[in-house]
């Protein structure tokens, strides 16, 4: 996400690259969650050839990703997509029978471990409460291998494709408008 060849608006400056306007991505998605009064539970977790939870199971307040924007250092090197879903399985482990709505998002191809992709996305993909949108950004994403993950959610996944930030803020902003009050997809 460290490519420059996508700039976010200038409260995003401080990543001023694709990382920028993914931030902005999601800040937006969780403002429009914020504007229809929704009371979602948000985890954000950051991967390149590992996984880190930035935070986990936090009530939505518009300036929640803006404060990471300020305070969090985000990695860079490699992408592995099964470290990213290992965690949303870790986080999604023993949780209550809520929807849950997982953004996946990548510039990138997998050079991660497939096997254990596989894994971790057929225990996603198996809980119905579960829906995906797998969102390739700009044009070296791994696209064949986020439209597989899609359908592995039989018809609760979404393949979608940002080429640039605007589409990538319209397709965050346009999942969360798909959303019910209650978190649940219309």
């Known amino acids: 996400m460290r490519n420059e060849d996508a700039r976010p608006s200038a409260d995003f400056s401080a990543h001023d690259n694709r990382l920028g306007c993914a931030l902005e991505a999601c800040d937006r ?10 009371s979602d539970l948000v985890s954000f977790v950051e991967f390149d050839h590992q996984a880190r939870v930035v935070f986990q ?6 300036e929640m990703i803006l404060e990471i924007v300020k305070t969090y250092t ?5 992408t592995a997509f099964h470290t990213a879903f290992q965690q949303a399985v870790d986080i999604l482990c023993g949780s209550s029978d809520l929807p849950v709505l997982i953004m996946f998002l990548t510039d990138g191809c997998d050079g991660g471990n497939r ?16 829906s995906m949108k797998a969102i390739g950004f700009g044009v070296g994403a791994d696209v064949d291998n986020l439209k597989r993950i899609a359908e592995m959610f039989d018809g609760r996944g979404d393949f979608i494709s940002a080429v640039d930030e605007v589409q990538l803020v319209g397709s965050f902003e346009a999942a969360a408008a798909e959303l019910a009050h209650t978190g649940r997809q219309r």
Do not use: C, I, W
Request: hydrophobic share 35%; proline share 3%; glycine share 8%.
């Open 29 to 38: 998605f969780v403002r429009s969650r914020v504007a229809v009064g929704a």
């Open 57 to 62: 199971s936090k009530p939505l307040k518009n």
């Open 74 to 78: 985000f990695s860079s090197g490699g």
């Open 115 to 130: 096997s254990s992709l596989q894994l971790a996305t057929n225990q996603l993909s198996q809980d119905e409460n579960v």
